[in-house]
Structure formats: C-alpha cells, structure tokens
C-alpha cells in the first residue's frame, strides 16, 4: 500500500488523470485510471493492469512507449517505469475502490 501511494498514484494524478479520470474533460480511449476497478477493467484496448502480470499490461506497454504512448507527449524515466512493473508483478495493490475526487 505504502509501494502505492508513494511511487505510483503521485505519476497518475500528475501524468494520466488529465485524460483518464472522471474528471476529464473527454476520457481518452474509454480508460479511467482513478479507481481500482476501472485501471483493472481497462478501456477500449482492454485492460490497463493484469495484476501479478507486467508484460500482460497494457498501462506498461504504454509506458514504455512500445505501441502506444501514454503520456503522449514524453516518456516517462526508467525508473518509473520500473515502479509500474514492480507494483504490477507484486498483485497491483491498489486501495482505491470508487472514482477519486479531484485530487
């Protein structure tokens, strides 16, 4: 949990949310990432994170830029990258279990 809230929700918020939260303007892909069941369920290109499977997940092929490139703009450091494959493959703990508000 701890793993979570402090290397992976801080790159959500910061990074994704703009276009994949229920605070969007317009949802990008059909994908939320701002609450558990949804970053799980995944969008229009299936599901973002399988957890305990980091090559399984579409959310680290886009991290890394392989296909698809989110954020868009650039690609995030190594490092965190790695974070999102270590939090993956460790089950995705994720305590968030409904929309988060505006954060």
């Not at 579409?58 to 790695?82: F, K, Q, S, W, Y």
């Not at 974070?83 to 968030?96: L, Q, S």
Request: negative net charge; charged residues 25%.
């Amino acid at each position: 949990m701890d793993f979570f809230e402090k290397k992976i929700r801080p790159v959500l918020v910061q990074h994704c949310y703009q276009c994949h939260s229920a605070q969007a303007k317009e949802v990008k892909g059909g994908l939320l990432v701002d609450h558990r069941d949804a970053i799980r369920h995944g969008g229009d290109s299936g599901p973002a994170v399988v957890p305990g499977n980091a090559a399984g997940s579409l959310l680290v092929t886009a991290l890394r830029h392989d296909g698809i490139n989110m954020p868009p703009d650039e690609r995030l450091p190594d490092r965190v990258v790695a974070d999102f494959e270590a939090w993956i493959e460790a089950g995705a703990v994720d305590p968030r279990d409904a929309p988060a508000s505006a954060e």
